[in-house]
Each structure stands twice: as C-alpha cells, then as structure tokens.
C-alpha cells in the first residue's frame, strides 16, 4: 500500500481486504473505454452488453461503516423495511471496524472512553436505556448516573466506554441482520439508470459469489436499485502542508506522523530514552495523545519533554457577545462534544434548518474552531507537566521542517518572531482528509451524478440528506456523514448525528411511499423488541 | 436535554397532563387531606392545572437564562432544582387560596407530597422514557407536533 497518493498530501486508510486486485483503474477493466464510462445515464442494455451481472435490490448503502449500519438500522427498524430488500456494499467486514482503527491508533482503546454523550446509542433509535444507566446496571454502580444527572456543571460529561458502544453495536447488527445484507468488495461508481433507479457498480471481494475472471480477478456486477445511500466516510489522512513536505521530499514516514495513524514507535522510543516530541494540535486526538504521553512518563518514568505547537492561542473565554461566548484556556477552546449541544436537537439545529446561503455559512462561522472536551483528570495531568516544566505551549506554525541526524529542526513563526525547535518526533493531530474529491464514488457523482459541491466544499445536500441534482426518476440518493457535512444540519459526522441523518432519510422515503412511517405505538413496540433483543 | 422555546413548553404541557395527571388521579385519594373526594380532586387538579399554566413563563425565563449557555442546553439537574422555585411560588398561591376554583384551604403537607410526587417523574419520564415512544422528539427541541 502506498502511503502518498498521487493527489499529494492525502494516505488512504487501510483496509483489510488483501486479496483485491492491486492498482485499479476508475472501472473494471470491463468498463473501461467503454460507454459506460463516459455517460451519465445508464441503460439496462448497456450494462447487459458490457457483460456485468445485474442484482435488484431496492435499497443499497455504499460505505459499510458507522453511516450505513445507523441508516440500514433504522430503515430496518423504524421504517420495516425487509433485509432481503438492503445491501451494504462495503470494503470493510465490521461496520465499526474503521472507527475501532483510528480511536485505537488515536490512543483511545475500548476501555477508555469517547467524546459522545449518554444518549447517542449506536445501534439503539430512541437512546434508552442510555449508556450511562446501562453502566450502572451492569457494573451495579450509582457513579454513571450521579455523573449524568451532576453534568456539566458539577461535573465532566458523562462519556461512554468505546468497548460498551461497540457491544452494543454488534449485537444490534445481529438483531436486524446486518451480516446477511453485507456484501464485501470495492464499490467503483453509482450511476443513474435510465428509467430511474441506480447501477452501483461493485467489484466482489473474492469469494463472495463474483462472477470470476480472468487472472483470478472477480469481474464487476451491478445492482439496480431505487434508492441509493451513500456513507463513505473520510478519504485518508491529512497532514499540514509542511509536515507532508518533510514526509514526501525526506521519504521518512518515521520522525513526523499523524495522530491517526499507528505511531506506537514514538511511545515506544520515548520510553526508552529521553527525547522531545511536537505536538500540533488543538482538538480530542491532541488531548488524547498528550493524556498518553503525560500517563506514560508518570508510569514509566520516561524523560520526555513536549512541546505543544498551536496555531491559535485560546487564552480565555472567546465569542462576539454574551450570549455566543465559548469556554477557553491554556490554548484550548473547550466544549463538551464536537459541536455545540443544541446543534443534535435544540436551538442550533432549529436555526441551521431554516437558514439559506450566506446566513448558513455564518452560522457555521459562528461554532467554527478546533475544541476538546474539558475532562477534570486531563487537567491536573496537563498542570502537573506545566508545574514539572516538561510541557509548553507554542502558539505558531512551522514555515518548514527539516532533518539534522536523527532530529527534526522545525522554523517555528509565531507572534513573537521566528524561533527553532528541535524535537525527535513531530505528531500532527490535526484531523482526517475531508476533501470530497479525494473519494472515488464521491469524485464521480460531482463528475457524472448530478452532485454540486455546498459552500463549505463538501456535498450539497438537503434537508432530508438527499443529494440535490442526483434524483433519477422515481430514485433518490441520499449522502450522509462527512461527506454532507455544510448543509442544514452541522453535527453529520457523530453518532447521533448520523441517527439524526438516519431518521431524515427514513423519513422522506415513507414520504415517497416507500416504507413506513413509525409513530408512537410501533416505536413503544419496536422498543420491546429491541429490548428483549428479537431478530427483526 | 437541548429544548427549544416551544419545545418546552409542549413537553412540559404534555408531561404534566398526561403523566401528571394520571398520577394526580392516582393518588388524591391517599393523600393527607380532609373533605369529600370530589373537593379533593378539585384541589389537586387545580394545583396541576397552575403548575403547568405558571409554568409557560417560567419556561421562557428559562429558555431566556439558557442563552448565556454555550452549549444552549438545559442541564439535567436544573430541572430538578428548578422545584424550589416553582414550588414557592403555587404553594403561595395556593396555601393563601388566591388560584381560582380552589374549593377549600390546601394544606402545606398535601401540597409539598402532591407537587414533588407529580415533579419527581414528570422529570423521570421526560430524561428516560420519553423517547422510547416519540423518536423525533429529542430531535426537535422538544416539540411534539
């Protein structure tokens, strides 16, 4: 696998299907130079005379991940939408299987615990039983709940155990079975099919019931459907410009890395001997990181020394008025989860939904900004290394990086002037690659799905998470995650978020007529049977 | 809870008639108060009755000190604290007989029993099960319709 793509600072996130042809081109080699390719609107001759098999289905979700099994959930679930009538078409087996990869090499493994609240279940509609009463059921502790009823004034918000998330997950995946609408491989495109509905073109991971090919290669099939939801996540990593040059032009993938990818070997090197490591970053993964080398100098007795290198300095308090003003200190903005509470269900998400255009960008504007959780004991770790003098905080950014020996030289440019900084590891935690054309489906509904790009650069999507100028006939196509991230609703890519996605999408198909609308009754009911965990 | 002006005060509205009143109904007759049942019932349905009608604008005030939240939520824990002062208030009102259709004196002890029984799981039912039968509730602000 190579870790730079031709697109520059971009590092595809690994998958563990070894066994799929290497270096593919943009379609099978079937559809190449085809007319397939080319156009926009499918027939059902076109893709009968290219040879690929077709298979109808009237629902697919391309993606596999969090956003697919929140959405199958919920059609499944609220909508009563039969499994034989879904496909997942996915790379990976397990619809956590990424996320379970970035927190864990994010240094966040099951038994600590995520950014999300009590009530954004996962696997759970309604959001109750919550985590934190199903904590205290289980472990037969008052704690979770004293904290929940105490947050966040009188104490931290509660958060839950990433292993009880992803628990609950694989036993919600059972109940509506998942593992029989998945079906494994690299979805290539989704185009419209003339006469409405979709083509999603899929090359089978082998093994799966592909048609085979020549070479030992599974050849492409297609499925036809009506509606199409896609849910494909983040492309790969990003990097700070100057710290994917060092990468690139040093060829050392070694010294700088990225807060999610595994960067075991700088933990493991600091243990073994004294060294400096940078760290740029304001958000959860720096204050995961930090937590981890602060934990493991105190446990190991490791002499290292941090430096903490922030673009902008939050020194207090920051916001235009009294009334939109947001917690900040030692450098951080703080705030409890990724956006602003109200933005899954209160005030924020009322005034998102009915703003338009420039309104809506100042809005964005105006809960933009890189935060972390306040958590009491990622406090006194911090003030315990600022007292020791084994952390600093640096406002700046690098002009360039560069390698003397087995040391990183960084130019530091910050308000004061310019200063040097050597360090043995640099560990850039400033996030994932969300750059909508970087993603091969994504690239190619903007170039022949209709898609346009919203003001913030991703998918233009509406309320209902349909993407708009993609409609084929009597067919919708539905984005959510990431992806859809700019428009009405902010808080896409979380847990409730995706839910929040899941219902809109589910929504608008029983508005079509296509499922069923769940109201109070079936939801009590549905509920029961979540509860004493019936198959659906 | 992340609740909306509206939102409030649909859900406080509907808590308080439906859960309210049917634990109202339930335990009027076992509470410490003299006279017939119907004047009973009277007396604690009028309390209900001012409970929700005063509580519309305790909830804009709410809503009102929510905004100097970043986070516009309502902690959960306000809503609890929240019984004192609400609960001066009607009791005020009613010990010194000034809620209309009162049939009789409301005594301190039917009082204090009555409003913390109906608060305490109108706020149990409205933090748990109260998203069990409506799902686009909590994503609404609060508002049921």
């Known amino acids: 696998m190579t870790n730079v793509t031709a697109a520059g600072h971009h590092r595809p996130l690994p998958t563990s299907s070894p066994t799929l042809p290497a270096g593919p081109p943009a379609l099978a080699p079937a559809l190449e130079h085809s007319d397939l390719e080319r156009s926009d609107v499918w027939t059902d001759d076109m893709v009968f005379r290219a040879g690929i098999p077709m298979y109808d289905v009237p629902f697919v979700s391309v993606g596999g991940g969090m956003g697919s099994f929140v959405a199958v959930d919920y059609l499944r679930v609220a909508g009563g939408v039969p499994a034989s009538d879904i496909r997942v078409l996915s790379n990976i087996s397990r619809p956590w299987q990424t996320y379970e990869y970035l927190t864990r090499v994010s240094q966040l493994p099951r038994h600590r615990r995520i950014r999300s609240d009590s009530a954004s279940r996962p696997g759970n509609l309604w959001g109750f039983p919550s985590y934190a009463l199903q904590e205290a059921v289980q472990d037969k502790t008052l704690k979770p709940l004293v904290q929940v009823l105490l947050e966040p004034v009188f104490a931290d918000f509660y958060t839950p155990l990433l292993g009880n998330v992803l628990n609950g997950m694989e036993r919600e995946a059972g109940r509506i079975g998942y593992w029989d609408m998945l079906v494994q491989g690299e979805v290539r495109t989704v185009r419209r099919r003339a006469g409405g509905g979709y083509f999603t073109v899929l090359v089978p991971r082998l093994g799966q019931g592909g048609q085979g090919g020549q070479g030992g290669l599974a050849g492409p099939i297609a499925y036809r459907s009506r509606d199409v939801h896609v849910a494909v996540g983040y492309s790969g990593l990003r990097f700070l410009p100057e710290l994917q040059r060092f990468r690139e032009q040093m060829n050392d993938y070694h010294h700088v890395v990225n807060g999610y990818e595994n960067h075991e070997h700088v933990y493991e090197a600091l243990r073994r001997r004294p060294g400096t490591v940078i760290v740029r970053g304001s958000g959860i993964v720096t204050s995961a990181v930090l937590d981890r080398l602060i934990r493991d100098r105190k446990q190991y007795g490791s002499q290292t020394q941090i430096v903490h290198v922030l673009r902008n300095y939050v020194a207090g308090r920051h916001g235009p008025h009294p ?214 | 809870m992340v609740p909306t002006v509206f939102g409030r005060i649909q859900t406080r509205l509907f808590l308080l008639a439906i859960v309210g009143g049917a634990l109202t109904a339930l335990i009027t007759p076992i509470l410490p108060a003299g006279g017939p049942m119907a004047q009973r019932y009277q007396t604690t349905f009028i309390v209900l009755a001012a409970v929700a009608v005063i509580g519309v604008a305790w909830e804009v005030i709410y809503h009102f000190i929510m905004q100097w939240r970043w986070e516009k939520d309502w902690p959960t824990v306000f809503g609890l604290l929240t019984l004192v002062p609400e609960g001066l208030v009607v009791w005020a009102l009613a010990t010194r007989r000034l809620l209309p259709g009162l049939p009789g004196p409301v005594t301190t002890a039917v009082f204090v029993i009555h409003f913390l029984a109906v608060w305490m799981l109108v706020w149990m039912v409205g933090n748990g099960p109260m998203r069990v039968p409506f799902i686009r509730w909590r994503f609404r602000g609060g508002r049921l319709w």
């Open chain 1, 323 to 536: 009334w939109s003003r947001r917690k900040g200190r030692d450098g951080y903005a703080y705030q409890g989860f990724n956006y602003p509470k109200s933005a899954w269900g209160g005030q924020l998400k009322a005034r998102m939904r009915r703003r338009e255009g420039g309104d809506l960008v100042q809005a964005y504007n105006q809960i933009e900004g890189t935060t972390t959780p306040w958590r009491r004991h990622w406090q006194r770790g911090l003030h315990e290394a600022r007292r020791g003098g084994w952390y600093r905080a640096e406002t700046g950014t690098f002009a360039d990086l560069t390698l003397d020996g087995d040391m990183v030289v960084g130019r530091l440019q910050g308000p004061d002037g310019e200063q040097e900084v050597r360090a043995d590891y640099v560990i850039d935690c400033t996030g994932l690659d969300g750059d909508v054309a970087e993603h091969r489906v994504l690239r190619d509904l903007l170039e022949h799905g209709g898609a346009r790009r919203n003001p913030l650069g991703r998918l233009d999507v509406e309320r209902s998470f349909e993407l708009r100028g993609a409609g084929s006939g009597v067919g919708r196509l539905y984005v959510t995650g990431a992806a859809s991230y700019g428009g009405y609703f902010p808080g896409v890519d979380t847990f409730l978020g995706l839910q929040i996605s899941a219902q809109e999408v589910t929504d608008d198909i029983a508005r079509r007529g296509y499922c069923r609308r769940m109201g109070p009754a079936r939801s009590a009911i549905e509920w029961l049977r979540w509860a004493r965990g019936r198959q659906i």
